[in-house]
């Protein structure tokens, strides 16, 4: 089912941004708004991705890499200096092992179990498919770290108000429409603590592209380029404060982003 929030996808935004586009099947659109229209017509977007999950995503580190289980220790090992750089900025409050993180799009809480239990004394997890979500408290293995687990999707969990030093969302918000992710946005950001950081980790077009987003019709995902992200993050009233691409992986991979996004100054996001 698409939510509501959906069906009126695409109409405040881009500023004078265009935004051209296509989908797997080759189909270019001249704006994201055009997309929009057409994929959400059938009520099937969310669907797609769910019955992807059960059908095709076995509950290990391959599955959830999509057949990548060798870049864990890569993606792993970067995430890891992200997070003891970030940790340097006066404006956050990271990296003591005291505070509560939560994994969005945890699958079977790979990143918990190798970056976050490292960083944060509790981690929460927060995943759609209840079988990936079940399997992480053996693969976790690590019962004083593991908090709540959360069996929602994201464009429904409401992060608890004023509780989190980090929300970490990683190859997830592909899943989102445009509209979704921005209310998802808002929502982690009222549920940051003072200081506290989302960060988002992420597949992006090549900066050379044209285009702005891709469609893959198999799935309902969505891969947006580095410049529709920073759009949506900005209509979500947050700031970019650290970002770095991905420099491990192999050159066939799409270029990977880490995005700190912290509450605008003054901020004027559309729910405020
Ligand atoms: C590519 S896996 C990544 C898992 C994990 N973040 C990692 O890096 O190991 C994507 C995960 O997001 C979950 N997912 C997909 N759509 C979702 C949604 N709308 N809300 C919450 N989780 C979703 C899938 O079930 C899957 O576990």
């Known amino acids: 089912m698409v939510t509501d929030t959906a069906a009126g996808e695409g ?16 189909r270019a659109y001249a704006s994201i708004d055009d997309m929009w229209k057409e994929e959400l017509r059938d009520g099937l977007w969310y669907k797609k991705a769910h019955e992807w999950y ?12 999509g057949g990548f289980g060798s870049l864990d220790q890569l993606d792993v090992a970067q995430s890891c200096t992200f997070l003891i750089e970030l940790s ?7 990296g003591k092992k005291t505070g ?8 079977i809480g790979r990143v918990t179990k190798h970056l976050l239990s490292k960083f944060f004394k509790t981690c929460d997890l927060v995943e ?9 408290v053996e693969f976790v293995a690590l019962p004083t770290v593991m ?25 997830v918000i592909i899943y989102l429409t445009d509209n979704d992710f921005v209310r998802f946005l808002e929502r982690c950001k009222r549920g940051l ?21 891709i469609v893959d019709k ?5 891969t947006r380029s580095d410049a529709l992200l920073r759009n949506i993050f900005a209509r979500a009233g947050l700031n970019v404060i650290y970002c770095v691409p991905q420099t491990n992986f192999p050159p066939e991979m799409l270029p990977v982003m880490t995005y700190a996004l912290v509450p605008a100054e003054g901020d004027t996001s559309e729910s405020q």
């Open 54 to 65: 059960e059908d095709n995503c076995p509950s290990t580190v391959d599955g959830v890499l």
């Open 88 to 94: 340097r900025n006066d404006n956050v409050s990271l």
């Open 218 to 222: 198999a799935d309902s995902s969505l």
């Open 147 to 171: 908090g709540e687990r959360f069996c929602v999707t994201l464009q429904d969990i409401v992060p608890t108000q004023n509780h989190y030093e980090c929300i970490w969302v990683q190859w």
């Open 100 to 107: 509560r993180c939560l994994d969005c799009g945890a699958g």
């Open 11 to 26: 109409s405040k935004l881009h500023g004078s941004m265009e935004t051209p586009g296509e989908d797997s099947e080759g």
């Open 193 to 213: 603590k003072q200081g506290g950081v989302i960060v988002i980790k992420e597949n992006i077009l090549n900066f050379s592209s044209k285009l702005t987003f």
């Open 128 to 136: 759609s498919n209840q079988r990936l979500l079940d399997k992480s």
